[in-house]
């Protein structure tokens, strides 16, 4: 009894020097919570899509780039829960939501069985300068937790982004891809040829961004090509 007085004061302590709260509702997290309260988990909208082959990801891209098998995790709402956590990652450093969306999604893709099927997860390249300003790549972030745990390879390298894009607001759909269909190069193969690679995105809209870099890892030759987002809108 003693010594769990004592524990539960030291956290307290430890809350007060480094403040343990929840990345989408700022309160403080309670014993056995990480990273999200329990409140904001059960609010959070799952797709269920991981169990729907012709779910409205797989037909984003149909007609434009072959993919195996296509997801995105949550429902991305305007002032939602998934925004919330997306904009802590992005924007307030707080790279363990990323972390904990990366375990997420591991274990719903555990649960489809599509993670046995991976042999090398790729995630979207974020411009340098970018990546330099944040001190991390979001989509970096959620998929080295996707892996860990497995035996699956991380690849960062093979894919590069090199440029920023402009701003896609108020463009028609073939702006769009032009915009972005130049901005992702391959530069490396042999960690992806014959090897069934798995893209992971943070949040897919028109889906020009995930098309363009799904077209340059079709020219390493691989086995197939899978994509993930963490959110759809
Ligand atoms: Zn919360």
Redesign the pocket.
């Known amino acids: 009894m003693k010594n769990r007085f004592l524990s539960d004061l030291f956290r307290c302590f430890l809350n007060i020097v480094f403040p343990n709260t ?1 990345v ?2 700022d ?1 403080y997290l309670v014993r056995g919570e990480k990273t ?2 329990i ?2 988990i059960s609010a959070l909208p799952l797709t269920h899509y991981c169990k729907d082959p012709d779910n409205k990801i797989c037909k984003i891209f149909w007609g434009r780039v072959p993919v195996q098998e296509a997801f995105s995790i949550y429902h991305f709402e305007k002032s939602g829960y998934v925004q919330a956590l997306l904009h802590a990652l992005k924007y307030r450093s707080r790279d363990d939501a990323g972390t904990w969306l990366g375990e997420q999604t591991s274990r719903i893709l555990k649960s489809c069985h599509t993670l046995d099927r991976i042999d090398v997860v790729v995630p979207v390249p974020l411009h340098p300068g970018r990546q330099k300003q944040r001190g991390y790549n979001q989509s970096e972030i959620i998929a080295k937790a996707i892996v860990s745990k497995t035996n699956i390879a991380l690849d960062t390298k093979s894919l590069q982004r090199i440029s920023a894009n402009k701003t896609q607001t108020k463009k028609g759909k073939y702006d769009r891809w032009k915009n972005v269909s130049s901005i992702f190069k391959l530069v490396e193969t042999n960690n992806l040829t014959n090897k069934h690679v798995l893209l992971v995105d943070d949040v897919i809209t028109t889906g020009a961004t995930a098309e363009a870099c799904i077209s340059e890892l079709w020219k390493a030759k691989p086995a197939s090509v899978s994509y993930v987002a963490i959110a759809s809108a």
């Open positions: 929840c989408v509702c309160n999200v309260c409140n904001c």
